[in-house]
């Protein structure tokens, strides 16, 4: 019977609430208070009715605000009174699919310690390698659509037994509504494919895994969103073999250790790095390198990628290996897509794998891991996938209809639902159709997932990159689609705003690699005030020519040549350093030749470029054979007790660094080590960066400072600017949830769309 003088509330939470244990965590709290009603699923949301008194309900809302699941995030609470009805319980209804309006949908979230401690003592699931509950397991990997069912994900194919079944319909139970539970009767299974067998028995499949990464195997090892390439870490023959396979000829390797006391071994792990190495999320962190560790793993870096266990699976092979580490890669060929399907992996992998660990559940969703960096204290998502999508951003703001489809670097796209940025995962560089195949196809899934229909696309200027042809093909298919172009830069740092929650005006730095500007040359290193509508562009690096166009860009010898040429003229043949004494003077005069004769030599004002530039004349890096390497050798090189700089001339808004080449040449002359003109390049940019800071604070009373662009993700300096400007009373803002790098334009996109389109 019901309390005398209670009421009857309806309660809708939005958020994410779906996948994470929510509506058992209600029903727990509302038998713990004796309150009586119902909760269920929609689409939009969680919603709950209650027979209340204001005490109770007071009660009641501040413990589902206190309380949630740890995976969960409430960003709205509405309460009003309806019509009373006497209800007898409390109970969970079956879920409804109501309107358009969309609720968010959980990341895929790490085992959690219940499910380990499963893993060895409930009797039906003693060593299942894909052990669940509701506080951790699959979830956007395997969602098809909404609402967050079984039925509508890739567990459908597989019957629950009757004690699986039992605590599914247990609301008591750590696995209630847990859709994808599953145990060793009735769930799906491993299988290790090793020529001349395969089996299904986990523990052969533990043990002869375990035998072959003892030695020099390569493994392709099934993940949460896709397939991992695997080997010891501390096998360099096996490492070797790996980096052959990926035709990756020096970009870093991610390892994923045993545990957090093994990677201390080898790395530094600050308190707020251990908390997001150790977080649900369990991204790839980039850590300061304290011990050498296997050659063709991370080479002349001072920053490892190190993870940790997240899937069961990951667990139970560790307490098998004799190792402490494996290099864990995404499972692709050079610039595909990560691979996910069995029988695409066994087609591409078995002639160079030695076996194939797979499990018989359809990855939907394909999604690579995440990687972040902490700074200052603040994790900094760099590459945002697994245990990050699709959490939506959240803003002020109205989004509806609006569709940022990102650059052409480290893709993704971001749309607008109601006041909700959702980004979509990493999906890679794009570059080929297979890409541009896994682009479109992640489009339309998250067009179905989140009942989106664009109503206004934004592209980047660049007329060539896949991303504004895929823009055009839109708004070709649909003329009732507004299309907007928006300047690179600018977008960089609106996402700034975005991650940050900023309106108004700011003042930008934003510094990459190159994206083109509104006047038609290459931008890379823009210095701006800037609102969600516009900017002006206040200071910028003096232009200088990019000897073969794309190609300065992985050659960084041809920029240290443009430089040197610039500075020195025809004398650059007498300057007697390592890079002109590499290159012979017809190598070199090629160079000069396409300058003098403007032929492939757009214009640049890079920040990338110069760090190119800068790498080539100090002898560090002629030719990339990755995205980034010369900049990230330079950093590495760093001489931290360096505290010189160099010098730089502002002519007419333009920076211009001749002196810096000057005074850098001047150095390596003197037989300086590597680490300090290394070091007083950094601080030089900090240097500058703050001048300028102050200039146009004097002249604009700005004090709000974005940085944006992918030069930012360099730690020391994005760590020294920022302690230089606090301490001169500015605020500065990185992102934090959105990438710093070129993942993040979309999102920047998004936003300066929504704003014009008010004026539209």
């Not at 006497?86 to 219940?114: L, Q, W």
Request: charged residues 25%; hydrophobic residues 40%; contains cysteine.
């Amino acid at each position: 019977m019901n309390k005398p003088h209670s009421e009857t509330y309806r309660i809708a939470i939005k958020g994410l609430v779906q996948g994470v244990g929510f509506r058992p965590f209600v029903f727990r709290i509302a038998i713990d208070h004796e309150l009586k009603g119902w909760v269920e699923n929609r689409n939009d949301g969680v919603l709950m009715e209650v027979n209340a008194n204001q005490e109770e309900l007071v009660r009641f809302r501040e413990q589902l605000l206190s309380q949630a699941p740890a995976a969960a995030s409430i960003e709205s609470v509405e309460m009003r009174k309806v019509a009373y009805e006497a209800h007898e319980t409390f109970e969970i209804r079956e879920s409804r699919d109501v309107n358009g309006s969309i609720t968010e949908i959980s990341p895929d979230i790490a085992v959690c310690s219940e499910c380990l401690d499963d893993l060895k003592n409930q009797e039906h699931r003693i060593g299942y390698p894909l052990i669940n509950c509701t506080h951790c397991g699959p979830r956007f990997t395997i969602i098809r659509d909404l609402p967050y069912d079984r039925p509508n994900t890739t567990m459908d194919t597989f019957e629950m037994c009757s004690l699986c079944r039992s605590e599914y319909m247990d609301v008591h139970d750590r696995r209630f509504h847990a859709q994808p539970v599953a145990c060793n009767s009735c769930g799906p299974v491993y299988s290790l494919e090793c020529i001349p067998t395969c089996t299904e028995d986990i523990r052969e499949i533990l043990l002869k895994s375990a035998e072959l990464l003892s030695a020099d195997a390569l493994l392709a090892m099934k993940g949460t969103g896709g397939f991992h390439l695997v080997c010891n870490a501390f096998r360099e023959l096996g490492v070797a073999k790996l980096r052959k396979m990926k035709q990756r000829d020096g970009k870093p390797f991610a390892l994923m250790f045993r545990n957090i006391e093994e990677a201390r071994l080898f790395v530094e792990i600050s308190e707020a790095e251990e908390e997001e190495l150790c977080s649900w999320r369990r991204p790839i962190v980039l850590l300061k390198r304290t011990r050498d560790i296997t050659r063709g793993i991370a080479d002349n870096l001072a920053s490892l990628g190190v993870m940790l266990p997240y899937m069961p699976f990951h667990h139970m092979l560790f307490e098998h290996l004799d190792t402490s580490a494996l290099l864990m890669t995404s499972g692709n060929f050079l610039d595909e897509p990560l691979l996910i399907s069995n029988e695409r992996a066994r087609e591409q992998f078995s002639t160079y794998v030695d076996g194939m660990i797979t499990y018989n559940r359809d990855i939907f969703m394909r999604v690579d891991d995440s990687v972040s960096t902490v700074i200052r204290n603040v994790p900094m998502v760099l590459r945002r996938a697994r245990g990050y999508a699709p959490s939506p951003i959240r803003t002020g703001f109205h989004l509806e209809g609006v569709l940022g489809t990102g650059a052409e670097l480290t893709g993704s796209f971001c749309m607008g639902r109601g006041h909700l940025a959702l980004m979509s995962q990493y999906t890679g560089d794009l570059k080929n159709l297979a890409t541009l195949e896994f682009y479109q196809e992640t489009y339309d899934r998250y067009c179905r997932l989140f009942r989106f229909t664009p109503q206004l696309v934004v592209s980047d200027l660049h007329p060539d990159y896949l991303s504004t042809r895929f823009a055009r093909k839109l708004v070709e298919q649909n003329p009732d689609i507004e299309h907007i172009s928006v300047q690179h830069h600018h977008a960089h740092i609106a996402s700034g705003m975005l991650s940050s929650g900023l309106e108004g005006e700011v003042l930008g730095f934003s510094f990459d690699g190159s994206g083109i500007g509104s006047d038609g040359h290459m931008w890379g290193a823009e210095v701006m005030k800037a609102t969600y509508l516009d900017f002006e562009r206040l200071f910028h690096f003096e232009y200088l020519p990019l000897p073969g166009g794309d190609k300065a860009s992985r050659e960084p010898w041809r920029m240290g040549i443009s430089y040197l040429y610039h500075c020195f003229g025809e004398d650059l043949y007498d300057l007697k350093i390592p890079l002109t004494e590499k290159f012979s003077r017809e190598e070199i005069g090629n160079i000069t030749a396409l300058i003098q004769k403007g032929i492939n030599t757009p214009l640049a004002s890079s920040a990338g470029r110069l760090f190119d530039a800068v790498a080539a004349i100090s002898g560090l890096n002629y030719f990339s054979t990755y995205q980034a390497e010369a900049p990230m050798l330079l950093e590495s090189a760093i001489d931290p007790n360096e505290k010189g700089s160099y010098s730089y001339e502002i002519r007419e808004r333009k920076v211009s660094f001749a002196l810096m080449i000057r005074e850098l040449i001047e150095d390596i002359h003197q037989g300086s080590n590597l680490g300090s003109p290394a070091a007083k390049f950094h601080n030089t940019l900090v240097r500058l960066i703050v001048e300028l800071s102050m200039e146009i604070r004097a002249e604009s009373g700005q004090d709000r400072i974005v940085l944006g662009g992918g030069t930012f993700q360099n730690r020391f300096l994005s760590e020294k600017v920022m302690d230089k400007l606090e301490k001169e009373h500015f605020k500065v803002y990185l992102p934090q949830d959105i990438p710093v790098n070129d993942q993040g334009i979309a999102a920047g996109q998004l936003a300066i769309g929504a704003h014009r389109r008010k004026l539209m």
